[in-house]
């Protein structure tokens, strides 16, 4: 795998710059669309947070930074000084680190490893990972974990909400009994309503709209509509903006209309909910000037950067087996599958050839897929997705959908199993590999690769198949 990745974070770039390249959740999705869609990209996963946007790609494309200033349109020339590149290694190392929280403003901070698992997750939504990608993200999101359960951080559990606390705190003196009124009730929103309520705050946090059961509110905060939040504002000692809004959610026009502003103001968002006008009104903090939480003892640093060196190691070990040792092919092994239940996840067209090959070997079929694109004679069909349990009794399991998730699940389902599967995304998950079938009179071959040359396969079987044909 070609692995690398291009980003910017609040380390080099200003909040000016990065909010040029900030994505909601749906932005991040159609971004992926559209990247997929570059020659020579193989696999993509977009990271877009307060401090970072970096984009990882597998395959052989053009350089991250450019694909992702051409897909948002933003000027390459004028922000490509502030990107830093990373390949192989250096690219997993940097990713495995972040997720630690060894290059936040605050170390250790905790919600980096929910944003590199959304990360993930939308690029498994979008369908743009590959096996690698899919592996270093979840290895990074299990270091992040190491990094926040077993090592101590003496400053208690660091987030951007513990700083906007701190950041009040030393502005109001007290946080108890003050008005704070509080835009967004996502997370990032209902984190900092519920540290400021703790503080004995009286929080109010703004609605959009309110679905019994769906709707969550911290406990002990008041509710306003989103279009009352300037009525609201009036006398609150103090505002906190935290939405995924593209626009300015305050303008200073707006705010001059409020007769009794807040003393001070913390906007979380990027891009910024706040306009920056508004800083001659009140006093403002963005989340550059929200400043560090400290770096750090020596020895949090050290046991940090030792769970990234342990979790990169993991990786790197992965990809070796991926790869495959030099000058050792799979051993040829002909089962007797009469009478055997086979267990054949997915139903697509890799799905449909692969059902297509084992009916010639009078093995019973079972396969489980939502849909199934050619139905065949003597093959059973349970019409639902993939559950614990499908494996039970098979002699061997193939997965063979197009969701990555799926596909791991059902490799690692099988081999606890002790089941041969087949995974065909992901060489280094087969226990087996399911070979091109070639067969002659009462001669039968296969052919399989260990390297990624499946056009090399193809034209050899078919050239094997030539020679069966003729054979008395």
């Known amino acids: ?25 749906q932005e991040v999705l159609g971004m992926l669309d559209w990247l997929r869609k570059q020659p020579g990209v193989e696999g993509c996963v977009l990271l877009s947070t307060c401090n970072r946007t970096e984009l990882y790609l597998s395959g052989e494309a053009e350089t991250p930074w450019r694909l992702l200033c051409r897909g948002a349109q933003a000027p390459e020339d004028e922000l490509e000084p502030y990107f830093t590149t990373r390949t192989g290694a250096d690219a997993a190392r940097h990713l495995i680190e972040v997720a630690c929280g060894l290059h936040s403003q605050i170390l250790g901070e905790d919600q980096i490893i929910t944003q590199v698992r959304t990360a993930m997750e939308l690029a498994l939504e979008a369908k743009t990972t590959d096996p690698a990608l899919a592996a270093l993200f979840r290895r990074a999101v299990t270091a992040g974990k190491r990094a926040r359960t077993e090592v101590h951080v003496a400053r208690g559990v660091p987030s951007m909400g513990t700083r906007c606390r701190e950041i009040l705190l030393r502005e109001l003196g007290s946080l108890n009994g003050k008005k704070i009124l509080v835009i967004g009730n996502g997370q990032m929103g209902r984190l900092a309503a519920e540290l400021l309520q703790q503080e004995g705050a009286q929080v109010q946090v703004t609605l959009r709209t309110y679905r019994h059961g769906e709707t969550v509110v911290p406990a002990g905060c008041g509710t306003v509509p989103y279009d009352e939040r300037f009525t609201a504002l009036e006398g609150m000692d103090a505002l906190v903006s935290a939405t995924a809004s593209p626009h300015y959610t305050l303008t200073r026009a707006q705010l001059e209309q409020v007769r009794q502003l807040p003393r001070v103001a913390v906007d979380l968002a990027v891009p910024r909910d706040i306009d920056p006008a508004c800083a001659d009104l009140m006093r403002c903090f963005d989340t550059d000037s929200l400043g560090a939480g400290g770096p750090g003892s020596p020895e949090e640093l050290a046991a940090m950067e030792a769970i990234a060196r342990e979790e990169l190691e993991k990786f790197t070990q992965w990809q070796r087996r991926q790869a495959g040792p030099a000058g050792a092919p799979r051993f040829p092994l002909f089962l007797d599958l009469r009478g055997k239940k086979v267990v054949l996840v997915g139903g697509g067209t890799i799905a449909t050839r692969r059902i297509g090959t084992l009916r010639l070997f009078g093995c019973e079929i079972v396969v489980i897929a939502p849909a199934l694109k050619s139905r065949a004679d003597g093959v059973t069909w349970i019409e639902r997705g993939y559950q614990p349990g499908d494996l039970d009794g098979a002699f061997l399991a193939i997965a063979a959908t197009d969701d990555r998730a799926v596909n791991h699940q059902v490799g690692e389902d099988a081999r606890r199993l002790g089941i041969p599967v087949s995974v065909a995304d992901c060489e280094a998950e087969c226990s087996f590999y399911f070979p091109a079938i070639c067969t002659g009179e009462n001669l039968v071959a296969g052919v399989v690769s260990y390297g ?4 090399k396969t193809a034209r050899v079987a078919r050239e094997i198949r030539k020679v069966l044909e003729e054979a008395e």
């Open 1 to 25: 795998m070609s692995l690398v990745m291009s980003g910017l974070d609040c380390h080099r770039a200003s909040l000016d710059l990065r909010e040029r390249l900030a994505f909601s959740k």
């Open 452 to 455: 990624k040359d499946h056009h």
